[in-house]
Structures are given as C-alpha cells and as structure tokens.
C-alpha cells in the first residue's frame, strides 16, 4: 500500500481575466519537486477559474430588490453580494437566520449559490462559480495532456457547509480525466467478504486533501496529489450530485 | 508550505474483544517507514475500535419488531440490521426507499445509526459506533503518548452520507490531542483581506484523506498524517456537531 501526497503547488502567477490557468499550473510546476508525474492528479481552487474566466462581478453594478435590501439589513449582509446569490440560484432551499441555502443553476446546494465575496479585491467585487466547471476542467485537462503528453485528472473545488455537521469541507464541482465515484458494490473486502451499498466519493475526498495542503490562509490556489489510484475514464463533477428521485432531502 | 502525507498503517493484527487498539497500533509502527514522529496525526477507522470494545452484536440475538420487520420485508433488508439501527437511535430524520437517516445517541446524523453488518464476521454480526468515541480517542491517544513521548493526536472516523451529494465520504466522530475546527474569522489572508465567515472542518478532511490512502478494500485501519500543521487543543468530536439551534435542517 503506497503512501499518498498532497503537493502545494507554488509560485502560480497572479489570475486576471483571459489568463490560461493550464499555462500558469504548466509554469509553476516546472519548479522541479511540483514536476507533473504519470499516476499525479491535479485539485485547483475554483476561484481562480473563475476569475481567469472573467466571472467576477463589481458589487456596485448590483441592484439588490427592496426584499433583498429587507433581509441584508435585518442580519447586517451586503445586500448586493446577497442578490448576486438569488440571481444565480434555481431554487431555495432554506433560507434562515441570514443564511441561504440554494440550488445553482448547475444543480450545487450551497450558501449563496457560490457567490462569494470574501478575498476578492478588497470587498469589492464577488466571485460566481465557473459557468460550466466539467467544461473547465475538461480544458485545463486538455492542454495539460496535450503539453506533458499524458492525462493528468483535473478537479475544480470550492468549500461547502453541510447540514448537521460544523464548517467547511471541500468538495469537487468539476471533473476531468477520472472517475470522481468509486463503486465497490459487489466487491470483496480483505476478508473475502462482499461490499454492500458502498459507493465512495473519491473526488470530495480529493478535494479535502488539496485543501488541507493549500489551506485558507496560503498563497497555493492548487495542489498536486501523488501516489493515489484513481479510476480513469470520463467523470464528471455531476456524479457527484443526487439526483433529485434519489434525494431524500428535497 | 510543506507537502502533506498519508501512510497507511500496514500489520495491525487482528481485531478482537478486549485488545488494546494502542498497542497493536504501536506495533505496526515499529516498522522502520511507519515509525511515529512529532507532528504525525493518527486516524483510525472506527469498525476496530468498536470490535475492540466488544460493540459487535450476534445479529440472531436480535428480535425485531413486527413493523421493522414489515419495513424490512418491502425493501428487501435484514429486519435484525434495521433494527438495531433503530435501537441505536435517539431520532429518525428521514425514512423513505428503504433507507433510515437517524440521529444517534451521540448526535451524529447518518444512515442507520451508524450500524453496519457488511465486512463483519461473515455477515452474522453488526458493529455498533464505540459508546462514547471521544473517549476512546482520548484513551489511544494517552497510552500513545506514555510509550512514545510526545502527543500524536488521534482522530476515529467513519464513512457518512450526504444530502444533495452522492457518495460516502469520512467524518470524524472522536477527536483527542487536537481541534478539529480550525477558525480563519478575523485572520488575513495572502492578499491581507480579512477573511470572513470561515471555519474548515479540519479533522474531517483529515478523515477524508486517510479514507484515500486506506480504502475500503485494503487491511490498512489506520493511518499516519504527517506534515499536516494541526492545531493543538483539547478539541472533541461533538465540537463537529452543529447545535440544533443554529441547524437548519431539522
């Protein structure tokens, strides 16, 4: 049984809109202990996709509505950064104590359909999720196959509450290169016993170990993992969501 | 920032009623690349534990009642398994398709209250969660640091599902030597913003990476973090546990 590795990587350039993160990822990973390897799996933070695909919204463009102005001012919020989450939520799925829960246009439940405005230019801008985050990874994974001439998996992330349980953990919203699930249903154990009902969510786990190793505070928007045996074939960051007659919380 | 690293922990011997878990740990670390150091995490699936401290159940001792057995009937599941996921149980959050999400005793939310038949003893008997599992955190992790000399904090995990999410993915449920929610409110990050409204759920992403490096179909029960830069603190893995009050799903 090999060991895994989370390897921060340093030295990304700073995001602006039209960068092309494969490049800045390529960039910083010829540093030599970051060199890409057959096997490596590569986790990048999905606000600096976002940012080099431009989905960064100056909050004084905003209108919040008179209901939203109500709602932020009763639990002290910026009412713009509030809108831009209704505006990119399909549904609502609790919304409580200046709290909302709500379902993204690509099907996420998350507090404030992913609109952040925290650590993006002072406060004054908010950052959405990447349009389409599978179509992200899916290009990220490309040119970096087509550069270093074998696939190494990408997985967009963000941070998630979760209901019941206290902060954050990270999660994958896009997928490429791997399978994010892994099915051991009628599989045997070490025992030589059957697997029942297990199905693990590999890609989140991913995603918690890249965040461990990068961290809030550090400077290191991606991480390679190392040593772990992933699944190849198609994936996609939508396997990992519920679909709703399968859903017993909706 | 320093890589971090997952080594699963190879030659613990077999599991039975009344081992002291400590020790057959402190034995497979005396394999040269397995030795613990300062700094090191240690996280243990929970399933030895509990077989450690005899939370194993002959399922043929187990009498379910004529609605379990109803319920049981229709979706085609073990009637004793079932019920004993209700014996486990302080309340039932939802209950549909054959699948039971309970709160257990200690105020964890997950399938069956945490009970589980598969992997066990041929399928003839069900593991139980430890009794009170920051307990037995609190006990390995004493006994570690009397034999080797310095704290290894030691996390016990299981395998949740999610609302929304497909997949299980590891949790913490007993903590000792560390805190398991690290808070970045009020700090700063690269860029010198202040970061808002943020605590990472540290020792299940913890859970999460050592699920990785162990698997489901590997011997290995428990695993070395290493380089991870916890904090220190009492910490407990009821601080994981949101409070109803601030819940908003139930």
Same mark, same amino acid.
């Given at each position: 049984?090999?060991?895994?590795?989370?390897?921060?990587?340093?030295? *990304?350039?700073?995001?602006?809109?039209?960068?092309?993160i494969s490049e800045l990822v390529l960039q910083a990973t010829r540093k030599k202990r970051q060199k890409l390897q057959p096997g490596d799996i590569l986790i990048i933070t999905h606000k600096?996709?976002?940012k080099a695909e431009g989905q960064i919204i100056p909050l004084s463009s905003v209108k919040p509505s008179p209901a939203t102005q109500r709602w932020?001012?009763?639990?002290?919020?910026?009412?713009?950064?509030?809108?831009?989450?209704?505006?990119e939520s399909r549904r609502?799925?609790?919304?409580?104590?200046?709290?909302?829960?709500a379902e993204t246009r690509h099907g996420f439940v998350c507090a404030n359909a992913?609109?952040?405005?925290?650590? *993006?230019?002072?406060?004054?801008s908010a950052v959405l999720l990447?349009?389409?985050?599978?179509?992200?990874?899916?290009?990220?994974?490309?040119?970096?196959?087509?550069?270093?001439?074998?696939?190494?998996? *990408?997985?967009?992330?963000?941070?998630?509450?979760?209901p019941w349980r206290e902060g954050l953990t990270e999660v994958a919203i896009g997928v490429a290169g791997m399978k994010p699930l892994r099915d051991y249903r009628g599989?045997?154990?070490?025992?030589?016993?059957?697997?029942?009902?297990?199905?693990?969510?590999?890609?989140?786990?991913?995603?918690?170990?890249a965040g461990l190793a990068c961290g809030k505070l550090s400077r290191a928007p991606a991480c390679i993992i190392r040593g772990y045996p992933y699944q190849r074939g198609r994936g996609s960051g939508r396997d990992l969501i519920r679909p709703a007659k399968r859903d017993l919380f909706r």
């Open positions: 049984m090999p060991e895994i590795r989370a390897i921060p990587l340093e030295g *990304v350039g700073e995001v602006r809109p039209g960068v092309d600096v996709v976002s932020a001012k009763k639990f002290k919020l910026d009412a713009r950064v509030v809108q831009l989450g209704l505006n609502i799925v609790r919304r409580r104590n200046g709290i909302t829960i992913g609109v952040d405005a925290s650590n *993006v230019d002072g406060g004054q990447p349009r389409d985050p599978d179509g992200s990874a899916r290009q990220i994974h490309r040119r970096i196959k087509s550069r270093v001439g074998f696939s190494v998996p *990408v997985i967009l992330t963000d941070s998630f509450g979760r599989q045997r154990d070490a025992h030589g016993y059957r697997l029942r009902v297990t199905v693990d969510a590999i890609a989140d786990e991913l995603a918690c170990m």
